[in-house]
């Protein structure tokens, strides 16, 4: 089907130009633009603020195309869930021609404009989560296995590490741990967005953890997951890639978040349960990662500036 059209009628309803904001995420790109600055605040080295701003344009363009491509992928499978519905495509707002040329679009001039303005290596490794995310992720992990947010959760990974790229022009093992900070949040992050939620993935039979190993598994993943970040977050104060700002602030949001988490990992969820402490967690690893990059670039300007 190459148009969604709303329900009882048959003439497609013109997209506005918010239809095509909502299918950039706009919520989730948030997050992906402030982890990406917070990466390139965190290098070391100078970069040009107006090279600066193209790189984080760049990262923020890019996820765009990639959570619209996501979209016109699963236009049918967002119909069918009370979460998604009322995206532009299952609601009939726009045809899916449309999205996907406009993803395909974002996704294209976000990298060749990284190449040419900041470097080729920040561009490519732009391009791979582009395709790790609409591709390796919605097309292959998530429709087929239970471990599609475990091994999808590097798509989200890469924006920290661009930011770092795009000041340094190479790889080392800093921007690497930043990345690994983000991949083992993503589990007890969206896991616990999925156990309330989780009669929408089984209705459109989408393996979430929860619909296939059940409720008891994933909680006892959550807090394995949430035990093992803290450690990974405490690994760039351990090599002497941040200062003391970072390390202790590292450490004590790491123990809120398996507080918060061991809440949820330790308990049986009853038939009428309000999912109370799962809401709290998923509303808690939003801020956790907030103020953990944000504390991250805080602790690098402190630095520059002489104040530890």
């Given at each position: 089907m190459?148009s969604?059209?709303?329900l009882g009628?048959?003439v ?8 095509f904001?909502?299918?950039t995420k706009?919520r989730?790109m948030?997050?992906v633009?402030f ?7 965190a290098?070391p080295?100078?970069?040009?603020p107006?090279?600066?701003f ?6 923020a ?5 990639a959570?619209?491509l996501?979209?016109w992928?699963?236009?049918d ?7 998604t ?10 045809d899916r ?6 993803g395909?679009?974002l ?6 404009i990284?190449g ?7 561009a490519g490794?732009?391009?791979?989560s ?6 390796i992720?919605t097309?292959w992990?998530k429709?087929r296995t ?9 798509a989200?990974a890469?924006?920290p590490m ?7 022009g190479d790889?080392?093992?800093?921007p ?9 949040w993503?589990p ?10 989780q009669?929408d993935?089984a ?6 953890m929860?619909?296939?190993?059940g409720?008891k598994s994933?909680r006892?993943q959550i807090?394995?997951y949430?035990?093992?970040l ?5 690994a760039p104060?351990?090599?002497g890639g941040t200062g003391a ?6 450490l004590v949001?790491g123990?809120i978040?398996v507080?918060f988490?061991?809440k ?6 009853a038939?009428?349960?309000?999912m109370?402490p799962e809401k709290r967690?998923f ?14 670039a805080g602790?690098?300007?402190a630095?520059?500036?002489g104040?530890?």
């Amino acid at each position: 089907m190459d148009s969604a059209k709303p329900l009882g009628s048959d003439v497609a309803l013109p997209a506005e130009w918010r239809d095509f904001f909502a299918l950039t995420k706009p919520r989730v790109m948030t997050l992906v633009i402030f982890s990406g600055l917070c990466g390139l605040l965190a290098a070391p080295g100078t970069i040009h603020p107006v090279i600066a701003f193209t790189a984080i344009l760049c990262i923020a363009v890019g996820a765009g195309g990639a959570a619209a491509l996501n979209q016109w992928w699963e236009a049918d499978i967002d119909g069918g869930m009370k979460r998604t519905a009322a995206r532009p495509l299952p609601a009939g707002r726009m045809d899916r021609t449309s999205a996907r040329d406009f993803g395909v679009a974002l996704s294209a001039a976000s990298v060749m404009i990284m190449g040419l303005g900041v470097n080729w290596l920040a561009a490519g490794i732009l391009a791979f989560s582009i395709f790790y995310y609409a591709w390796i992720y919605t097309v292959w992990l998530k429709p087929r296995t239970p471990q599609n947010i475990v091994i999808g959760g590097g798509a989200g990974a890469f924006p920290p590490m661009i930011g770092w790229v795009a000041v340094t022009g190479d790889i080392t093992l800093m921007p690497v741990l930043l990345f690994a900070i983000i991949f083992m949040w993503t589990p007890p992050h969206f896991w616990a967005l999925a156990l309330f939620v989780q009669t929408d993935y089984a209705k459109v039979g989408i393996p979430m953890m929860p619909v296939v190993a059940g409720e008891k598994s994933t909680r006892r993943q959550i807090l394995i997951y949430a035990i093992l970040l803290l450690p990974v977050t405490l690994a760039p104060w351990w090599i002497g890639g941040t200062g003391a700002i970072y390390g202790w602030s590292a450490l004590v949001l790491g123990l809120i978040f398996v507080a918060f988490s061991a809440k949820v990992g330790l308990r049986d969820a009853a038939p009428d349960d309000t999912m109370r402490p799962e809401k709290r967690l998923f509303a808690y690893s939003i801020l956790y990662l907030f103020v953990l990059f944000g504390v991250l670039a805080g602790d690098r300007i402190a630095t520059v500036q002489g104040w530890q």
